[in-house]
């Protein structure tokens, strides 16, 4: 499996950015796929996830609102909307992908089978 993470760079605050994971290497029925970030000096935090079948979306409590997640009708690339963006946002975004499981166990990191390699986000104030 691979995971491949682009779209990151420099925005000013209040701006917007669209986050791409394409996935390779397996069919991801019954995966699910999740958005996490790390920012400098803090450990990696949970934003959200995809269901890669049927689309349900679950989202972490801080970005609610700010940030959507979605995947194409293929199934192989998954996106992370980010809107109103501000300067704390700044972090390495990842993707990552396992079997699905229960959505309160999302945010543990190890349940993630597959990570992708990371895009830089930096908003500017």
């Known amino acids: 499996v691979q995971l491949q993470a682009s779209g990151g760079g420099l925005v000013q605050a209040g701006g917007s950015l669209r986050l791409t994971c394409a996935a390779s290497?397996?069919?991801?029925?019954?995966?699910?796929m999740g958005w996490f970030r790390q920012a400098p000096g803090k450990e990696r935090g949970y934003i959200g996830t995809?269901?890669?079948?049927?689309?349900?979306?679950y989202y972490g409590n801080s970005e609610k609102g700010r940030f959507t997640i979605s995947r194409n009708n293929a199934k192989t690339t998954v996106y992370l909307q980010m809107n109103n963006l501000k300067p704390e946002d700044t972090a390495v975004y990842y993707c990552a992908t396992g079997p699905r499981r229960i959505v309160s166990d999302y945010g543990r990191l190890s349940g993630w089978q597959f990570w992708g390699q990371g895009t830089l986000v930096t908003v500017s104030s």
């Open positions: 995809i269901r890669w079948s049927g689309g349900n979306t």
């Open positions: 290497g397996r069919t991801f029925s019954g995966y699910d």
